[in-house]
């Protein structure tokens, strides 16, 4: 990996915006959820993240993981090595990422989505602190 695109990442991320919507119909989903969270990238290199949802009327729930990084192409990899879900402690969370100028956008792959049990497409937007 370039030594200037790792650079990027480092740091500390304030979560900004989250999109969901069903993949085969583009419905929009969570538009009454307020989701609030950081992810973190060291040098070492490591990564951590928590974010926490909080949808009216529901208890607040909190993901979090964190395991080393790397960069793979257009994507960061996620390294599980402890996680709040544990079935995700081995499994590489795989994050296609996009620069926009202080802005790190984050997309996972279009998969099952475990808080609604639908196909859908994801997009988490940080803005670096």
């Known amino acids: 990996m370039s030594e200037d695109l790792r650079a990027k990442f ?22 009454d959820v307020t989701q609030t969270g950081f992810i973190c990238y060291t040098n070492e290199p490591r990564m951590m993240v928590i974010i926490r949802r909080m949808e009216p009327g529901k208890p607040q729930q909190i993901t979090s993981y964190a395991g080393p990084w790397t960069i793979e192409g257009d994507a960061v ?3 599980v090595e402890m996680a709040t879900r544990e079935s995700w ?36 937007t940080w803005q670096k602190l």
């Open 10 to 31: 480092l740091g500390t991320w304030k979560l900004i915006g989250v999109e969901r919507e069903v993949a085969d119909s583009g419905a929009k989903l969570d538009e």
């Open 77 to 79: 990899v996620h390294h």
């Open 89 to 124: 402690v081995g499994v590489p969370q795989i994050r296609h990422f996009k620069f926009e100028g202080d802005k790190l956008i984050l997309t996972p792959p279009v998969s099952e989505d475990y808080t609604h049990g639908a196909v859908t497409r994801r997009s988490l």
